[in-house]
């Protein structure tokens, strides 16, 4: 009986088209994944806001944005105080599946590397948000990134500043952004700058919208 087999050239054509096929769909199969980690991001940052507003609830409408050192810890700050008050469980939560959590040992086992949140200088204190205007337009967390840790730090500022992080466009030149409202978007560029979106600086009493993004690799893009 006479076997048929496929010749060489045959063979090249077919890991050729198999090669083809595969390039074709790489891109998709990248970009699949890429939104389910957006929507992972979204789906964190929303289960946060709902533990802050328990935690603003029990505290007289006051956010804990401002740092409290206990021992040269960080027990004060607003994640913590979310994880030792039970609102809420550490971990994933707390950080967007593609954010930078840079290994070194004195950032006390990465804790700081988490969602960046609106920031009030000066220790101890908080801010009632329910004095913020405008809060479906204003900042409460979100993606961002701090060049002097090379990646996230868990406190936000509109403008340029060492130990601070500012958005980073990190799903697809896009940020993902909580407001105080409660609601959770993913924003562009234009949204950030232009002030659609802004951060209310509590020293100041003044609302400012964002000067300074960063691109998904740490790169400053403005």
């Not at 199969?29 to 609830?57: H, V």
């Amino acid at each position: 009986m006479k076997r048929n087999r496929f010749t060489l050239i045959e063979l090249l054509v077919v890991i050729a088209i198999i090669a083809i096929l595969a390039a074709m769909l790489l891109p998709a199969l990248n970009q699949a994944r890429a939104r389910a980690k957006q929507g992972t991001c979204l789906n964190n940052q929303k289960q946060l806001l709902l533990a802050i507003e328990q935690y603003t609830q029990d505290n007289k409408g006051f956010f804990l944005s401002g740092g409290d050192w206990v021992n040269s810890t960080v027990a004060g700050y607003w994640y913590t105080r979310l994880i030792t008050g039970k609102y809420i469980k550490g971990g994933p939560l707390f950080y967007c599946p593609l954010m930078e959590r840079p290994q070194v040992p004195w950032l006390w086992d990465n804790l700081g590397n988490v969602y960046p949140a609106l920031y009030r200088n000066g220790g101890n204190y908080g801010i009632k948000l329910s004095r913020i205007p405008s809060p479906s337009l204003q900042f409460l967390l979100g993606d961002g990134y701090d060049s002097y840790h090379k990646g996230a730090w868990f406190k936000m500022y509109y403008g340029y500043a060492q130990w601070f992080s500012n958005p980073q466009l990190i799903h697809q030149k896009r940020a993902n952004i909580a407001f105080i409202d409660g609601h959770a978007a993913s924003s562009g560029p234009g949204d950030l700058l232009n002030g659609k979106i802004l951060y209310y600086q509590a020293d100041d009493n003044v609302s400012y919208h964002f000067t300074n993004l960063f691109g998904p690799n740490g790169e400053r893009i403005q």
